[in-house]
């Protein structure tokens, strides 16, 4: 896998951090993991990843009822090579598609996004959807490193939802570290 995921980035021109392997990213294991456990209690949950990248979270994730989405048309192109079995379109946070149980992922990408933008979206996502879980990387220690914005789960989702699963603080980039946040929505 690892291989025809290298030739897929050179063949396709990719920017060289997609080659990273899912096996080396923490961040991801643990997302996979978690996520595997919410969708064991709760089958009827449609799991969507924005940002997918080449598919190393929504393509390891068990569940079959799964979708990812990246704005990057190369990428999506690459990321179905390398996982059949799951949907992935090219598209962002505006392109979900209403449904009854949404568990949405949005991991390694919010902290490039701008907050008034990223406010908008999420706000969006939650009326036209049955949001019941939302999984994000909350970064910290990020002054003069790559990230660019440190976001907060509970401030941007609002009091209706609460921490379900934290993860360990996992290191990231340049000394800055984040942890994997899930947030389910108060019934
Ligand atoms: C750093 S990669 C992370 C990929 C994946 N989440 C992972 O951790 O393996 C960020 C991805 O988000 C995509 N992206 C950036 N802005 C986006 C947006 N507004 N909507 C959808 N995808 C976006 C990029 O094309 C890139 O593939």
Redesign the pocket.
């Known amino acids: 896998m690892h291989f025809l995921k290298r030739a897929i980035v050179k063949i396709l021109d990719i920017d060289s951090?997609?080659e990273s392997d899912y096996m080396s990213?923490e961040?991801?294991k643990y997302t996979v993991s978690i996520v595997d456990r919410i969708t064991q209690n709760d089958r009827k949950v449609k799991v969507v990843?924005?940002?997918?990248?080449?598919g190393?979270?929504i393509g390891n994730i068990k569940h079959k009822n799964k979708q990812g989405?990246?704005?990057?048309n190369k990428?999506v192109f690459g990321a179905k090579i390398l996982h059949p079995c799951t949907k992935f379109n090219v598209?962002?946070?505006m392109d979900v598609q209403e449904c009854q149980k949404l568990c949405l992922i949005a991991?390694?990408?919010l902290h490039?996004?701008d907050p008034d933008y990223v406010e908008r979206v999420i706000c969006d996502i939650k009326n036209n959807n049955d949001l019941d879980y939302v999984v994000i990387d909350e970064l910290h220690d990020t002054v003069g490193t790559v990230y660019k914005y440190e976001y907060n789960g509970l401030k941007l989702l609002g009091d209706d939802f609460r921490i379900k699963y934290r993860s360990r603080r996992i290191q990231a980039s340049e000394g800055a570290c984040r942890y994997v946040v899930v947030y389910e929505r108060k019934r």
């Open positions: 951090w997609h990213k961040y991801a990843e924005v940002g997918c990248g080449l190393d979270i989405y990246d704005l990057d990428i598209g962002s946070f991991v390694n990408i490039f996004l």
